[in-house]
């Protein structure tokens, strides 16, 4: 079992600058993953994708982000996603996943089509 664990929201006016951190614990075993990622869910929307970062160093960010956000994963299995040049349309919770490996052979990883875990996310809130 995998445990994400979010930290780094809060209250922002717009404009200002947040820094989210995603780290994870394992009951013992070792954690393949696929990618981790950064969704948010705003009220009465759905929940979206706003980057992901992939074993391989591959980045992925929704277009509105984009030139605004910075995701990253350091060597202390720490995922951070550094939000600059917040807007109000930003406002909303933040959840850490990550995909779970299901199967790995030498370079190759079988990646399921969704996460596997999720954190509890972690309110971002920016005002006008």
């Known amino acids: 079992q995998v445990q994400l664990m979010e930290s780094g929201g809060g209250s922002v006016q717009a404009g200002g600058s947040l820094t989210l951190s995603c780290s994870y614990e394992?009951?013992?075993?070792?954690?393949?993953?696929?990618?981790m990622a950064w969704y948010r869910q705003a009220p009465g929307k759905e929940r979206e994708m706003v980057a992901s970062?992939?074993?391989?160093?591959?980045v992925r960010y929704k277009e509105s982000v984009r030139g605004r956000f910075t995701i990253d994963q350091d060597h202390a299995n720490n995922t951070t996603l550094q939000m600059k040049t917040l807007q109000t349309e930003d406002t909303a919770v933040y959840y850490c996943?990550?995909?779970?490996?299901?199967?790995?052979?030498?370079?190759?990883?079988?990646?399921?089509?969704?996460?596997?875990?999720w954190g509890q996310g972690t309110q971002v809130t920016v005002s006008s």
């Open positions: 996943a990550a995909r779970e490996a299901t199967y790995v052979n030498d370079n190759y990883r079988r990646c399921p089509p969704n996460p596997n875990y």
């Open positions: 394992t009951s013992g075993y070792i954690f393949v993953w696929c990618d």
């Open positions: 970062i992939s074993h391989d160093g591959t």
